[in-house]
Nanobody, 124 residues
Framework: DVDLMESGGGSVQAGGSLRLSCAAS????????VAWFRQVPGKEREGVAR???????SYADSVKGRFTISQDNAKRTLYLQMNSLKPEDTAMYYC??????????????????WGQGTQVTVSS
């Protein structure tokens, strides 16, 4: 089995930055599609950013130009650099992975493996 563990969440003022990490207990992400999602209470989980095994990335319109997804396969770690944070970015952030795929999709149902989440709070 593989576990995903997020870290890096916290509280920050609007305009600030945070970097989230997602460490895999086994295997690198080199053959996986991986993504970040976020969820606020009472709302559906939404896709934020994804990167496939070829390194192709895509982002939700709401975070384009502010967030960057990347991975370090040597460390088995996925990152989400979040800059120019806004109060509406406040949410629980989750990483998700699916191994042995070439492409991946920014939809909840595509992923079977999820981390426990890390809270991001942005104050105005």
């Amino acid at each position: 089995d593989v576990d995903l563990m997020e870290s890096g969440g916290g509280s920050v003022q609007a305009g600030g930055s945070l970097r989230l990490s997602c460490a895999a207990s086994r295997y690198t992400y080199s053959s996986a599609g991986v993504a970040w999602f976020r969820q606020v209470p009472g709302k559906e989980r939404e896709g934020v950013a994804r990167i496939d095994s070829d390194g192709i990335t895509s982002y939700a319109d709401s975070v384009k130009g502010r967030f960057t997804i990347s991975q370090d396969n040597a460390k088995r770690t996925l990152y989400l650099q979040m800059n120019s944070l806004k109060p509406e970015d406040t949410a629980m952030y989750y990483c998700a992975a699916r191994w042995n795929v070439r492409s991946c999709y920014l939809t909840v149902t595509y992923f079977a493996l999820w981390g426990q989440g890390t809270q991001v709070t942005v104050s105005s």
